[in-house]
């Protein structure tokens, strides 16, 4: 047995303090962590071989069969994980730091054809810049880097020197991946554009106008609410005008700036532009002040480099893929580098807004209101968010400033390159389909149902708009009656059979509603 050999482990119960659903022997990136020490977020499954003939999936654990086991090399490993696990860009990163060129030169000219050899070849050298010392591929057909069948890419240009197909959707700077699941697969199959379009189709053009300025102002308003602040009227309507014209505008830190200062508003206490120091979602000790984090933020250090990464993806790769996918990399990707001192969670969902808008996903004036979608499912959304951020903080090595923030002291800037976003792409899929299936026809058909009550009002008695709207929202807070208070003080001039009569008109244009 050779020295490589030697690194990888045997079947075992436990790794690294973590079960196993049965005694199994680590494969692909699992073998990989282990036997190079890497220093990485785990990948959300963890994949090993077992004694038996069928597959085992529990606990974060994918069991495979000995049919499966790789050669116990590091070549072996990694061809294992490409064919069966797909790409975790930042495990490989840091395994081609640690192994150095020579490994990788040896195996690709062990196999100078080889697809996965190539594969290998191609991202070690896309990852680390360097280039091999290694003749121009001469053979073999050209292979996609990135397996379709595993996870998202768009179709990508041919990269001559290795004989593959560049299908990365992003760049050194900026690339997390999804894999294909079943669910995002039957979301992307339900056409969720065509079915926004049908419900609006037959929708009078003024109501759709005020349908689109209603879900407009409840999105803002929800954005702000999942922050916790209820801000004046003034800034919810002019942070919903920023959100109406998403997608109108290419996406460069110019516009983010401006996006910044238009959600913050009042600047005084709060230093617009990148961060210049670290920055954390948390709370803080109440007797020492020292910082309590949730998630820490990239290093502000990065921050160029992430951004025009995210800049690069949103004009390149992400007009190739698909819209709600893009939409998940490029906002939850924002929002875990966390580039400002404040407003970065209201920028992170306007960016779906404006992913999805520049794509032709939603019909024209028409914004989704995802944000209230999150609303309604807020634990599920914190539960996704923390869904990397718990793996991500143990790795993250910080001490506390004077002035009560987070100094990172170790090179963190892959970890929010290439995250695992597939829960997030789920997440925001189930919003969508949520906003355009309920919201969208909920809206249309309560603002149909309106104006028939008050055109039925305006047929029987003269009132001004105002107070039909107030007699609106009295018949709506009382069940479709009119409250004694209502009867008494401001509609004391409707007599018994005018009142009743308008709790009939009520009951009739909303009797769907009340059941």
Request: with cysteine.
């Given at each position: 047995m050779t020295e490589t050999?030697?690194?990888?482990?045997?079947?075992?119960?436990?790794?690294?303090?973590r079960r196993l659903p049965e005694k199994a022997t680590p494969a692909g990136y699992s073998a990989l962590i282990d036997a190079y020490?890497?220093?990485?977020?785990?990948?959300?499954?963890?994949?090993?071989?077992?004694?038996?003939?069928?597959?085992?999936?529990?606990?974060?654990?994918?069991?495979?069969?000995?049919?499966?086991?790789?050669?116990p090399t590091l070549e072996g490993?990694?061809?294992?994980?490409?064919?069966?696990?797909?790409?975790?860009?930042?495990?490989?990163?840091?395994?081609?730091?640690?192994?150095?060129p020579n490994k990788i030169e040896a195996i690709v000219r062990d196999k100078p054809s080889?697809?996965?050899?190539?594969?290998?070849?191609?991202?070690?050298?896309?990852?680390?810049?360097?280039t091999l010392g290694l003749p121009d591929a001469s053979g073999g057909r050209y292979v996609p880097v990135i397996d379709p069948d595993l996870q998202y890419a768009p179709d990508g240009e041919t990269a001559p020197r290795y004989r593959v197909k560049n299908n990365m959707p992003g760049t050194p700077d900026f690339c997390p991946l999804v894999h294909r699941t079943k669910q995002l697969d039957e979301f992307a199959a339900l056409d969720l554009p065509r079915r926004a379009q049908e419900v609006v189709a037959d929708v009078p053009r003024d109501l759709l106008a005020r349908t689109a300025a209603f879900l407009l102002l409840k999105d803002s308003k929800s954005s702000y609410a999942i922050e916790g602040e209820s801000p004046p009227q003034d800034r919810i309507q002019r942070w919903g005008r920023a959100i109406g014209?998403?997608?109108?505008?290419?996406?460069?830190?110019?516009?983010?700036?401006?996006?910044?200062?238009?959600?913050?508003?009042?600047?005084?206490?709060?230093?617009?532009?990148?961060?210049?120091?670290?920055?954390?979602?948390?709370?803080?000790?109440?007797?020492?002040?020292?910082?309590?984090?949730?998630?820490?933020?990239?290093r502000h250090e990065d921050l160029s480099d992430l951004l025009n990464g995210m800049i690069g993806f949103d004009q390149g790769p992400a007009g190739s893929i698909d819209p709600v996918i893009a939409a998940a990399i490029l906002a939850f990707g924002f929002v875990y580098v966390h580039p400002f001192e404040d407003g970065n969670g209201r920028i992170h969902r306007y960016l779906i807004h404006h992913a999805l808008a520049q794509r032709g996903f939603n019909p024209p004036g028409v914004v989704f209101p995802v944000s209230a979608a999150i609303l309604e499912q807020i634990d599920a959304y914190r539960s996704v968010l923390e869904s990397y951020s718990e793996r991500l903080l143990p790795l993250i090595e910080w001490e506390a400033t004077d002035s009560f923030n987070v100094r990172v002291l170790n090179d963190?800037?892959?970890?929010?390159?290439?995250?695992?976003?597939?829960?997030?792409?789920?997440?925001?899929?189930?919003?969508?389909?949520?906003?355009?299936e309920e919201d969208l026809p909920n809206e249309t058909g309560f603002l149909r149902r309106y104006d028939h009550f008050k055109s039925r009002i305006e047929d029987f008695i003269e009132m001004p708009e105002r107070m039909i709207d107030l007699l609106f929202?009295?018949?709506?807070?009382?069940?479709?009656?009119?409250?004694?208070?209502?009867?008494?003080?401001?509609?004391?001039?409707?007599?018994?059979?005018?009142?009743?009569?308008?709790e009939q008109i009520y009951a009739d244009a909303f009797a769907q509603e009340q059941r």
């Open positions: 050999q030697d690194r990888f482990s045997g079947p075992i119960i436990i790794f690294q303090e020490t890497l220093s990485v977020p785990w990948p959300r499954t963890l994949t090993a071989t077992g004694q038996h003939h069928r597959t085992i999936e529990d606990g974060g654990w994918r069991i495979l069969t000995p049919r499966h086991a790789p050669n490993h990694l061809t294992f994980a490409l064919k069966y696990e797909g790409l975790d860009l930042v495990v490989l990163k840091r395994l081609f730091l640690t192994t150095g080889g697809a996965y050899a190539r594969r290998i070849w191609f991202l070690y050298e896309w990852l680390t810049g360097e014209e998403a997608g109108q505008r290419p996406l460069d830190l110019e516009e983010l700036l401006r996006l910044q200062r238009v959600v913050i508003g009042d600047a005084r206490f709060v230093k617009i532009g990148l961060r210049q120091e670290g920055g954390f979602v948390g709370e803080h000790d109440r007797d020492t002040r020292m910082p309590l984090p949730d998630h820490i933020s990239a963190t800037g892959d970890f929010y390159r290439f995250f695992d976003a597939t829960p997030h792409a789920e997440f925001l899929y189930a919003c969508v389909r949520k906003t355009i929202r009295f018949l709506q807070q009382s069940d479709g009656h009119l409250s004694n208070r209502a009867r008494e003080k401001e509609f004391a001039a409707l007599t018994n059979d005018e009142a009743e009569k308008i």
